[in-house]
């Protein structure tokens, strides 16, 4: 997995995504995620499951697509499968704390 953290006024913000995915473009008609365009938003440090677990603690959004990312949100028990999303096959999760 490839695992950025985005520092913002608003806070931290992180991006999690496969690394097979990263370069792709997701669409089933209804939804779009562009992951080349946007390679650089999710693109960072490669990392493991503990790693995004531990970056997965006050966050104020989190964006994860894959099927590795999301497994490791819902293993951080920041989401749960009514969250998840899916463009085709390909699951994602978005996640904001307010």
Do not use: W
């Not at 999710?42 to 099927?67: I, M």
Request: glycine residues 10%; contains cysteine.
């Amino acid at each position: 997995m490839y695992l950025r953290i985005h520092q913002t006024q608003a806070g931290k913000v992180v991006a999690v995504c496969d690394e097979d995915l990263v370069g792709k473009v997701l669409d089933d008609g209804n939804a779009y995620m562009d992951l080349d365009r946007y390679r650089a938003f999710y693109v960072g440090e490669r990392a493991d499951a503990d790693a995004v677990k531990r970056a997965l603690h006050g966050f104020v959004s989190a964006n994860l697509v894959g099927k590795e990312s999301v497994g490791s949100a819902m293993d951080a028990g920041v989401a749960g499968k009514r969250d998840i999303m899916y463009i085709n096959k390909t699951p994602y999760i978005q996640i904001y704390n307010i």
